[in-house]
Nanobody, 129 residues
Framework: EVQLVESGGGLVQAGGSLRLSCAAS????????IGWFRQAPGKEREGVSC????????YYADSVKGRFTISRDNAKNTVYLQMNSLKPEDTAVYYC??????????????????????WGQGTQVTVSS
């Protein structure tokens, strides 16, 4: 069974940090890119960051550059999102998703959300002001 499970969300004060984890199973981890998306109430789904597990190529949205860091541990089939200097506007449900590497490189970079094959259930991040 293909499965992506997010963890690490919670409630933090502005300026604080969280580390999200995305544990993958049921597919060949090294054949996929893993992306993080978020969706806040009343707003569209937003791509936050992604990483190609095979070559380490990364992407960050302008809104999180310098604050968030994506990484992967291929041996553990896990991708992390370290979030520092959190702001209230970072409040959202955060999802991880997987897209095949050929699809990742076949079109515009980074891939749009609808190109991803598998999705996790999401984890809530709330940043208080």
């Amino acid at each position: 069974e293909v499965q992506l499970v997010e963890s690490g969300g919670g409630l933090v004060q502005a300026g604080g940090s969280l580390r999200l984890s995305c544990a993958a199973s049921g597919f060949t981890f090294d054949d996929y890119a893993i992306g993080w998306f978020r969706q806040a109430p009343g707003k569209e789904r937003e791509g936050v960051s992604c990483i190609v597990t095979s070559d380490g190529n990364t992407y960050y949205a302008d809104s999180v550059k310098g604050r968030f860091t994506i990484s992967r541990d291929n041996a553990k089939n896990t991708v992390y999102l370290q979030m520092n200097s959190l702001k209230p506007e970072d409040t959202a449900v955060y999802y991880c998703a997987a897209v095949g590497t050929p699809t990742y490189y076949s079109g515009r970079l980074p891939p749009s959300w609808y190109e991803y094959d598998y999705w996790g259930q999401g984890t809530q991040v709330t940043v208080s002001s």
